[in-house]
């Protein structure tokens, strides 16, 4: 059997994302789609809209053959990290692919982007540097650090400024950095952009758009013509049984109670806090009624939105510097919920796997990668201020992978 | 003027104080009468029923002349280390007096048992380790080895098993301890017992009693015997603004929160956690959706209710063993309501006073001890699951005393 894996969050699975898992099975030709996906935490620093068990279930649904679990240290990273995290799943899981969406949606670019930084490795690293000196934000000086080596190349590139691309490239880093056997595919991106509104006459949006008209309207009939209808059921259980979905505004009241909690000084601990950011995120929380008042407080020109909802994921999930430093690869194999197809993938793997696989928590308790998982999940029932999403923790701890 | 200090809580300010504040006057002699109270977390470990503030002026409405806050570290500690901070305090504010109430009501036993004790303080705490060991309570403890010592005493003696008599042998200890000008005086407590159930025939009830009719019956009326007008009025004001009272039942999301985002070995870094609670303390959190099912599961013959009561107040206070060995004496005074006499009495006390007089935080923010008690009272406000007590987090750092 031969599989292909993709690198997903799915909050929540969309048309763009079936396309996607379609033309990836497609263009690989290939028997088995295994998706590494986030759990209740995701890249973009901000709890999902429901829980991993239930995107997963959409997966499933949706024909995606195996959902396994990127671990919190990953899913919650900035790009490298998560990227590394993920293709190293997906080559310990043997998919001969993995293939990701991408605007420009050639490999030889990748390729060439790739072999020109990994040349001038201390060219760029010192251009990026100098500017980020200059108080501008990570992502802006990367971007202009490639625009400076990249000026006097023959060669196609990557247009970094693109966040498919971007994801894209950190991938095939990996690949090249892991030594890893799986290759890598591309789809071109066509419809919707990544931050683009949801235009209710099409039938793709991104997620980011698909979320705002949900929060927006509060109404799952608003997003239907963006989702599969195996989604939206999911979407409609979901909510019947817990009232709402996961944002930073619903859990501001929890964020808020654990910042405060802390001095400045003992924030400083928490992975990716920097620069005395500290000082305004406590500052700002000490003011703020709503979660969208305290961001206004403390974003800068310094630090991307993103990059400030990482920070307050790791303060939430007491994830400190010390911890992440610890995390080098993921160290199991999880997985959530898988089809028929899947599962005999997976069975035909069970040998010759190098990592454990992990159905049941209650043999790996002194993995520590696997409780931050837990602890997220507890974490995540918690802080969507609903009495029966309280009985959902310690489900990770019941939970077997979901067959359907 | 002459100045009679009381160490109380007031939670609420009811009849039974007001007994004691009247006798502490007229037993003394007293032009002043100085009460040291809580802040927002108290002796037996839980959060007050409404905050300092309200309580201070529950306080001075009844005729207390000034409330001195008793700092977090001292608030909230076993009996010796609250017994040391108020009656520091008490010495600090020049109090001719200080005078609690006791089942005992004669003075004179107090110092006899004192000079037992201390006289065989090592045969005491060799039997108190001993009976320890048998795997009673540390207060059961005490009271078995203070039995084995006192059985040859030919003086009158305190019965060391009634609380009041406990925390008054305290307060003579800290007196002697610290070797301080104020002396001490007690009134016989004749009426409620500290535990008793509220009697709706009578006008006194403990504290506790009147607690426990509010929670069941949730309803003033039902307690309103029992309480000067002035507390009525202060209690309805609160619960019209906030719809709640404190309690560790409707923080229990909250003290859940901060629990489960914890692994085992982290709790163990706070304040009075001891010999492996952490991990009863950890699972309990997991399986419990109610404070009362927490409680019931971690409670045992070893650690009494108060004690893990108090373990708990400091994981939410994020306040560490680090921190209490930090925590010798009050270093700061600060007033939180007086009346007009009570603010003659500070302003004649001005130029002599040893400790800063602190009635604006904002000059003071480099004090460990006061910032706890800062964070202490937002995170007291947070607790409450009430928007509108949101509002007043930070009002530690807006409110100046209340003269009335």
Redesign the interface.
């Known amino acids: 059997m031969k599989a292909t894996g993709i690198v997903v969050e799915y909050n929540p699975f969309h048309n763009g994302h079936l396309y996607h898992l379609n033309q990836s099975r497609s263009k690989t030709n290939s028997d088995v789609i295994i998706a590494v996906m986030s759990g209740n935490f995701l890249q973009r620093g901000e709890p999902a809209l429901v829980d991993k068990w239930t995107r997963a279930k959409m997966a499933v649904s949706a024909g995606v053959d195996l959902v396994i679990e990127l671990p919190y240290a990953f899913a919650t990273a900035q790009a490298s990290d998560f990227a590394k995290g993920a293709i190293f799943l997906l080559d310990s899981l043997k998919c001969e692919f993995f293939c990701f969406g991408s605007e420009e949606g050639s490999l030889d670019s990748f390729h060439h982007t790739y072999q020109l930084l990994s040349t001038n490795k201390a060219d760029y690293n010192t251009a990026i540097s100098t500017f980020i000196k200059q108080g501008i934000s990570y992502p802006k000086a990367l971007n202009e650090a490639y625009k400076l080596i990249s000026a006097n190349s023959t060669v196609p590139l990557v247009d970094l400024s693109k966040p498919n691309n971007i994801l894209g490239y950190h991938y095939i880093e990996a690949a090249y950095k892991l030594n890893a056997s799986i290759k890598p595919e591309t789809i071109h991106r066509v419809i919707a952009n990544y931050h683009d509104e949801a235009n209710p006459s099409e039938t793709i949006a991104s997620a980011t758009g698909i979320r705002k008209v949900l929060f927006g309207e509060m109404n799952l009939t608003s997003i239907q013509s963006f989702l599969p209808s195996t989604s939206i059921t999911e979407l409609q259980t979901w909510h019947t049984a817990y009232k709402a979905f996961g944002s930073w505004e619903g859990f501001w009241?929890?964020l808020?109670?654990?910042i405060?909690?802390?001095?400045k000084a003992?924030l400083a601990n928490y992975a990716e806090i920097t620069e005395g950011i500290e000082n305004a995120i406590w500052d700002a929380a000490?003011?703020s009624?709503s979660f969208q008042s305290f961001m206004m407080q403390i974003k800068s020109k310094r630090f991307t939105w993103t990059r400030i909802q990482r920070m307050l994921t790791h303060i939430?999930?007491?994830f400190t510097w010390n911890e992440l430093e610890q995390m080098d690869l993921p160290t199991y194999i999880r997985p959530l919920a898988m089809s028929k197809n899947g599962q005999a993938y997976l069975n035909s793997l069970k040998k010759d796997l190098q990592l454990p696989l992990i159905s049941r928590v209650a043999a790996h308790k002194e993995n520590d990668m696997l409780?931050l998982d837990l602890?997220a999940s507890?974490?995540y029932y918690?802080?969507l201020?609903s009495?029966n999403a309280?009985?959902m923790?310690?489900n990770d701890y019941r939970n077997a992978p979901i067959i359907q």
Chains 1, 2 share one sequence.
């Open positions: 009241p929890s808020r109670l654990i405060l909690r802390h001095t003992q000490m003011k009624e939430y999930n007491c409780m602890k507890n974490l918690l802080g201020q009495t309280h009985e923790i310690g």
